[in-house]
């Protein structure tokens, strides 16, 4: 069973979808009963860079989504130019089901980034940013030195020493680590392994006051 | 306060539980005693953490082969009044380990009975009472649990709803649950006495994130807990 074949079976059964079609090249035609059909393309890549998306955004399918299906994979930011570029969006399995109820497929950004780029978009110290990669975040602040900071943004409910280590191995160095997700704590361990990398660990909340600070 | 000041000090999630054990009243079936007590003006504490085995060596009930962390361990510590303290740590032949450990263990009952606790004829009675509560703590946890899409909001609100419902609803169920289940050991399969004390421990772990704030993992819900006397 390809990629492909196992999401269409399991987009089947979500309530919204009236068909799916599974067409070549890893290609899936949705047809929604509230919505017009759209294309997507699948990929199955712990990390996905450009080129793991290249034929599928320029081949002929004209396709509004990419799915990456694993659940820990990381999208590279050359990928999410490329279709960026192209005005595709990306996500995983996830958001692949949450635009099942969008009208505009194309401009879906998921709900994390969203509120992360708002956030720094709206913040009075923030001259500007660009996401480095799905998780990483360099912002140039408004100061006489016009410095920037390299943020990266965990979910993690228990943010654990674990996941700061997989972080740097992931994206390299960065300065802060901002916990988005509004439950749970770091351990004690992870404030411990992100001294050693000589970075902070953050609260949402604390990371924009601490931008204030720079 | 605390019986000993040395390395045999209960932390403060074995404290919390002590205290909760008691239900505010001293552990000795024949005083009773509040613990807290309103004054006039002030309201105060007379309730001291009394250990069955002593915490030095050489101290009351001593037993050189425990090891520090078993002497400040909730199982080796009683909730007494000042007096009751005094008077079992002075004459500790009078008062020796087992008898200790009876008054706990008929201190708890005493609270299980106040709760309206009981054993259930079979398991289809037990069913009938743990059922709402499991009930409700999923209905809790599917609507504000973690997992919902409102953790990609770094603001959400609902954030903050779904601790005050731990607190609340679920943390509160799952102690009734935990009594119910003890209670009614009898009608258990030896895998279901198993996930009990998996539920045991997911529930030690959920008080000591959201009660005393710790920021150790804690253990997941058992899913077998779910059809627990099915």
């Known amino acids: 069973m390809t990629i492909a074949t196992w999401v269409a079976e399991r987009l089947k059964e979500a309530k919204d979808v009236e068909d799916i079609d599974v067409l070549a090249g890893n290609v899936i035609r949705v047809s929604r009963l509230k919505y017009p059909p759209f294309l997507a393309g699948i990929v199955s890549a712990p990390r996905v860079e450009r080129e793991t998306i290249q034929s599928l955004v320029e081949g002929k399918h004209e396709i509004e989504i990419i799915a990456n299906i694993p659940k820990d994979s990381f999208l ?87 996941h700061i280590r997989a972080a740097r191995d992931r994206y390299g160095p960065f300065a802060i680590v901002v916990k988005t997700n509004p439950n749970g704590h770091p351990t004690k361990a992870a404030f411990e392994v992100a001294g050693q990398l000589s970075a902070d660990v953050l609260t949402w909340g604390e990371f924009l006051s601490h931008l204030n600070s720079l | 306060m605390p019986c000993s000041r040395g390395a045999a000090h209960p932390n403060r999630v074995t404290s919390l539980r002590l205290f909760a054990s008691s239900a505010g009243y001293c552990q000795n079936p024949n005083c009773l005693d509040p613990l807290f007590v309103e004054t006039g003006t002030a309201a105060v504490h007379i309730a001291e953490m009394a250990h069955l085995i002593a915490a030095i060596d050489g101290g009351p009930r001593t037993d050189p082969a425990l090891s520090d962390e078993a002497r400040g361990s909730f199982d080796n510590l009683i909730l007494l009044c000042a007096n009751c303290h005094t008077i079992i740590d002075k004459a500790p032949d009078d008062f020796p380990v087992p008898m200790l450990q009876e008054w706990k263990h008929v201190h708890r009952k005493r609270i299980e009975l106040a709760f309206g606790l009981r054993l259930y004829a079979d398991r289809a009675g037990a069913r009938t009472a743990v059922e709402p509560l499991l009930r409700q703590n999923l209905h809790v946890f599917q609507e504000l649990g973690p997992d919902n899409d409102y953790r990609y909001n770094p ?14 609803v ?29 539920f045991r421990q997911h529930v030690d772990d959920l008080e000591a994130k959201h009660v005393t704030e710790s920021t150790d993992p804690a253990s997941r819900f058992p899913l077998a807990f779910n059809t627990l006397f099915s």
């Open chain 1, 76 to 162: 590279t930011g050359n990928a999410l130019n490329l279709a960026r570029g192209h005005e595709i969006a990306a996500g995983g399995f996830g958001d692949l089901l949450r635009v099942l109820t969008r009208p505009d497929v194309r401009s879906f950004v998921p709900a994390e980034t969203a509120f992360i780029e708002r956030g720094l978009g709206q913040h009075r110290r923030v001259a500007r940013f660009r996401q480095l990669h799905d998780r990483l975040y360099q912002i140039y602040l408004r100061n006489d030195d016009q410095s920037d900071v390299v943020a990266v943004m965990l979910n993690e409910y228990e943010l654990t020493a674990e």
């Open chain 2, 155 to 168: 603001e959400s609100e609902l954030a903050s709803v779904w601790r005050r419902k731990m607190l609340s």
């Open chain 2, 170 to 198: 679920i943390l509160p169920n799952n102690r009734k649950l935990l009594a119910i289940a003890d209670a009614n050991r009898g009608h258990l399969s030896a895998d279901e006495l198993g996930t009990i004390e998996a």
